[in-house]
């Protein structure tokens, strides 16, 4: 009971201060738990619009805090979920859960390419999806797991997941698994926070991480700044923007390797995304 009550209120959490795009002040974290705390006592299903409803209307007091205080408190928070459960961010966050999390199942992938043009929600539904992985990997009895982020492009731009992955990444040993992002090209770093910024220094740090690094054909004007940013020889980087489709650099420690790979016609059928370039216009 104590660990669903604590992953509740993280969750929570960090879905307000995804939807307020800033942390929550102290006064604000208690307003927040006593509605959370509200929602499940009243509700054999909580869910967030039981909580937008006990912070504008709280039903208990909590130590330093009285009901009116509380309600003065939490109304920025109240007013930011409920652009999450009846504004502009409303239909995936209203209602309970329609599909249930497995996680015996020996693969889950969570499809973000209906959502577009919303930078919050991405962040708040992987925000989701993140802690029902993270509950999973620290079980210790989960196995050995494979964490992939595809696209990781758009996930980089938000420092709360920015954080969630620097922590599997450092901890991958402890949990079992590996991980593996995916990026267009280094550039795509350039948007992540201000020069110097704790967020760049993430990004940047999730690089220097990973032990293993394949690089595909590069422009020429980017493969000299990839080269600089994974710290490739002059020779490495010269072979980049001749590289073949297909072929690539694998670079493992010091060590570095032309790799062409091959797939079956199975497996082309699966990952090939340029069916929609191909056939009758």
């Known amino acids: 009971i104590a660990v669903t009550r604590q992953r509740r209120r993280s969750l929570v959490g960090a879905l307000t201060e995804s939807a307020l795009g800033r942390e929550l002040a102290a006064v604000e974290h208690s307003a927040l738990d006593a509605a959370l705390e509200t929602a499940v006592r009243e509700n054999s299903v909580p869910i967030l619009p039981h909580v937008v409803q006990a912070l504008f209307d709280p039903r208990s007091a909590v130590p330093g805090s009285s009901l009116e205080q509380l309600a003065?408190?939490?109304?920025?928070?109240?007013?930011?979920?409920?652009?999450?459960?009846?504004?502009?961010?409303?239909?995936?966050f209203d209602g309970p859960s329609t599909v249930r999390f497995d996680p015996s199942l020996p693969m889950i992938s969570l499809d973000l390419s209906r959502i577009s043009g919303s930078d919050s929600l991405i962040s708040m539904v992987m925000t989701c999806a993140s802690s029902w992985m993270e509950a999973a990997l620290t079980d210790p009895n989960a196995g050995q797991r494979w964490v992939i982020y595809d696209e990781a492009w758009r996930l980089l731009a938000q420092p709360a997941l920015l954080a969630r992955m620097q922590s599997q990444w450092k901890l991958s040993r402890a949990l079992g698994i590996a991980n593996m992002m995916v990026i267009h090209r280094l550039s795509d770093l350039d948007a992540v926070g201000d020069a110097g910024s704790?967020?760049?220094?993430?990004?940047?740090?999730?690089?220097?991480?990973?032990?293993?690094?394949?690089?595909?054909?590069?422009?020429?004007?980017?493969?000299?700044?990839?080269?600089?940013?994974?710290?490739?020889?002059?020779?490495?980087?010269?072979?980049?923007?001749?590289?073949?489709?297909?072929?690539?650099?694998?670079?493992?420690?010091?060590?570095?390797?032309?790799?062409?790979?091959?797939?079956?016609?199975?497996?082309?059928?699966?990952?090939?995304?340029?069916?929609?370039?191909?056939?009758?216009?």
Not at 81 to 91: C, E, H, I, M, Y
Request: hydrophobic share 40%; with cysteine.
């Open 72 to 92: 003065r408190d939490g109304r920025e928070v109240g007013h930011a979920l409920t652009r999450v459960v009846s504004g502009d961010l409303a239909g995936l």
């Open 198 to 281: 704790e967020a760049r220094g993430l990004a940047l740090g999730l690089l220097a991480d990973c032990s293993t690094k394949i690089i595909y054909a590069q422009e020429s004007g980017e493969a000299t700044k990839t080269g600089t940013s994974l710290g490739l020889s002059t020779t490495e980087v010269a072979q980049l923007p001749d590289l073949e489709r297909g072929e690539g650099l694998w670079r493992l420690g010091e060590r570095a390797f032309v790799v062409r790979h091959i797939l079956t016609p199975t497996e082309l059928a699966c990952f090939d995304t340029n069916q929609r370039m191909i056939g009758d216009v």
